[in-house]
Every structure is written in C-alpha cells, then in structure tokens.
C-alpha cells in the first residue's frame, strides 16, 4: 500500500525544472494579459477621465477624475449617430443575407452524392487564392447597380469561402448518412431534409456563422470607403476614422480656441473607439465558445 | 450499352438532386457576380478602358501590355513590389511562430479555468477592428502619449512612432502580433488537445521533463498543422493587409508603407486610371499565386501535405 503511494507519487511529483518552467511560464502568461488587455483597458479608462490628466500621458489604471461630458457630447455628434445606425443596419442585413446563401449551399457540398460537387467546390475554393481585385470589383458593384446602396456592401459579402467550408465541414461530421438515408426510406426529399431535419440540429453552426459573418461587417472600413458615397450612409468605421484624421489635421494649429477643441476631439476620440468596440468586446465572452467552434471545425478540413 | 446506362444514370442522378442545385443557387449567384465577373473584368488591364464604352467596347490597349510597361517604367513600381515584400516577409518571420510557443506554453499551464481565461483574453484584440486597431496605436504611441511618456520618464528622447518611416513596421507587426497571436494559436491548441496523453505518461515513466516533453511529443505531433498554416501564409504574401497599411500611411512614411494594394486603391479609385491600376492588381495577384503554387508543391513534395 505504502509503496504503491509512493510510486504514485514518485509520477506525480515535478522535478525542479518542470518548476522553474511552470513558473516561469506563469509569470510569460501574466505579462502576456496584461500586454493584451492594457490598451483597450487604457482606452476605456481614457473615455472616461479629465482629458487634461489624459494629455499628460501618464499611465491610467483607474479613472482618476471622472468626466463624462465626452459621452454627452458623443450623443450630440450627428455623424456618430448615423453610422452606428448604419452599422447595425448593415450588421443585421449582412447576417441575413450571408445565412441565406452559405448554409443551404454548405449543406447542398457536404451531400457526397450531389453530381458536380468537386468541381462546384473547386469553384469556390479557387477563389480564395485568386481575385479579380479592387478595381474590377468596383465596376462590377458599379455595373450591377448598387453602388451608393447598403446591398453594395452586403451582397459582395455574403459568402465567404472561408465560412463555407466551415459550414460543409460541420454538415460532414454531423450528419450521418444513415440518417439520410433512413429519411429518404420515408419519402423525405431533400428539401425536408435539410430544412426539417438538418437545420433544426445545426444551431451551433448558425450561430457560428451569424459571429463570423457580424463581427465582419461590424468592422468592415475598406468598402464602405469605395463602394458608398454619401456621408449619411457611411458606418461606424469610416466616422471614427474621419474623426481621427480630423485630429491629426488640427495638431498643427494654435491659439486657446484650438486648444479647447483639441481638449474635446481627443476626449471623443476615445470616446468613439470605446463605443465602437464595446459591442463586440461584450458580446465576444459569450460567444466564444462557439467561435472556437468554428475555427477548429474548420481546421479539421483545413 | 452500358455506357448508354450510364450516361442516363448521370443525367438521372442530376434531376433526381435538383433540390440539391436549387439550395446551391443563391451561392452560385453570389460567385459569379461577386467572383468571376471581376475576374473576366480583369480584361480592362489590357483595354484602355472607359467607363461609358464599357468592358467589351473599350478598345485594346496599343500595345497589349501598354499599362504593365507604364507600371515598371515607373520607380514606384520597384518601391512598392519592396515594400509589399518586404512587409510580408518581416511579418511572416516575426509574427509566425508566436502562436505556435503561445500554445505550447498555454497548453502546459496546469489549471484549466486559469487557462481558459488566458485564452479567452488572449483573443479578445482579434474582435477590434483595423480602424480602431490603428486609432489605439496612434494615441498610444502619439507624442504625448503614454508611450512616449514612459520614453521620456526613463531618459529617452520623444518618438515620432507614428509618422517616421523607421517605426512604421515594428508598429505594424507588432500591432498584427498583439491582435492575432491568440486567434491564431486556437488552431495549435486544438491539435495540442487532440494528442494521446499515452504520449506524455509513457514520456514522463522515462522521466522526460516538461521542456522534453514540448520537444520531443508536442511539436513533431502539431508539425503537419504547422507546415498547412505556413503553407497558406506563404500563399497570401502579396495581400498582406492593406487595410492596415492605408490607415497607418502619413506623409513621412510613404516610402515604406506605399505597398501595391495602396498604390493601387490610389491611382485606381482616386484619380481613377482604372486600366493602370486593373494591371498592377493582376500583376499582384499573378505573383501571389504563383508564390501559393510553388509553396504548396514544395510542401507536398517534401513533406506530403498539401492545401489542393
């Protein structure tokens, strides 16, 4: 008995170098997490704090004078109203439209019986190595007949390729093909299928892809900047952008007025990049579990 | 005759699925609109092309290759293919292996909630998008930021991180590391998670200490996900971030920063030269592919591991 616990022990116990390596490693991940949340902490900390105490850049860790008149004012920016509006109208649509179109074709590629699947798929595979570019894509959004138009940014991003195969993937390994076909005995079609019986045990890849494909448009800056015109129309990414390049244009002018409104644009400029953030930065904790979900299916079939 | 049978069983076996084909079609639409059109509209690069006469009216360029001779008669065509390379390569040499002694650090850590949090922490930047990426570093970094201040207080002399060419890609890796090192290892963790403890008891009877263990089970076992991951960063090394870089270009640091898909948004959409700019996007993309192709047969070759 004595002896069995010590051999116990004996494969239990660390040598001193695996000590030094647990605690050495233990002191890389702490500074590691404090590398990685002290910025946006900092940001955060900086929306909230007397921009006079902010522009003499010192280190923040806690709000030392709350001051919230950036919030206030942030409310009475017009643009920044807007574009969150956009955002989320953007957001939703893109959502909308993207589970529209990858999930019943995700399904339809994981089907090994479809007739063309390896040429379909090599079809959309080929694509993500290969594109027509930026200026191509402009004229075709132009020839299309949405440029200036929320579609100009939804429809180019309603399939990703990436996602896609994420999507098959799932479908691969989740349905098994005795489950078709013990439905097709039944007279069930292919439609029934997938709508009555794939879709309603898929809601992790729904959700997955809902994350994936939000937190996309959420972000998306570039083809706002080309595919939209009216100032209106722009998302959250572009106003924020304008607003810091507004203050970079003002750095080289002077006087006590300047200084007034430089004190009030910094202030909003955190301000901005604390709200644009905070939705994803909220959401993200929950919806972790499923994003990692989603890579590692992916990755399955790489 | 049966040849006959079987071509019917074919053709019978397409309209029995046409469900199939029919869940297939808004993806279909979406390919060739949003896919093939602009690749077949990758034609204007040998067009002088106008906007009114369209694609197939616009006259062919004289000679053919009119726009790629103007690109390369050009200096910054040579500046930009540098810079655009340049970049990537840096990126690649820096910022490839973090994720993978992320994982393997993290994977050793003994406390599943502890590492769970790290994790969780460690891919929260991935959610923060370029823009407001780009804005953390500009007040960071700003001259009277926190980073010049700490500079300063320590003895040192007031940066211009933000606008001086030397900083711009230190900043520019270095911000790609901070925000996708934690995205990136997920995929290193899962293949870590997916070895047979087998491996490790039978290592640690032999005495094998943490550090061999890493060695010797962790990293042979997670080398084929490695090569693949590899094998794709190699293949996207002409599309590095564009994004990124038009948000961190300032008047002082154009002369490392100026990579092709800059150039290109530039001359193709601000001052609209869309043939001009239609051939140093296909240029790009020819390169890129060509890189992709020859990593990829590299790989299958040597190691057996291929992405098509």
Partial sequence: MKKAMASHRHFEARTRGDMVFDALNAVIMVLISVIIIYPMWYVVIASVTDPKIVNTGKLLFYPEAVYLDGYSRALEFPSLTFGYLNTIKYTLMSVAVSLCTTIPAAYSLSRLDLPGRKAIMFLFTFTMFFSGGIIPMYLTIRSVGIYNSSWAL????????????????????????????ASKIDGCSDFGFFFRIALPISSTIIAVMALFYATSMWNTFFNALMFLQDDNKMPLQVVLRNLVLANQLSQGSSGAEFAERQRIIDQLKYVIITLS???????YPFLQKFFVAGVTIGAVKG | MSKVLGRESTLSRVLRSWQLYVLLIPALVWLFTFAYYPMYGLIIAFKDFRIRAGILASPWAQPLLKYFQQFFSTSIAVESIRNTILLSVYQLLFSFWVPIVFALLLNQIRGARAKRVVQTVSYAPYFLSNVVLVSIISVLFSANGVINNLIVASGGEVKLFTSQAQYFRPLYIGSTIWQSMGFSAIIYIAALTGINPEYYEAAMIDGAGKLKRILYIDIPLILPTVILMFILAVGNIMTVGYEKAYLMQAAGNTTVSEIISTYIYKVGLQT???????????FNSVVNFVILFIANWLSKRFADISIF
């Fill in chain 1, 154 to 181: 939804v429809l180019p991003a309603a399939v990703s390729v990436y996602n896609l195969i994420v999507c098959r993937s799932f479908f691969d390994s989740t349905l098994p093909i005795e489950l078709l076909e």
């Fill in chain 1, 277 to 283: 953030a905070l939705p994803l930065m909220i959401a």
């Fill in chain 2, 272 to 282: 609209a030269q869309y043939s001009f700019a239609t051939a140093v996007g296909l």
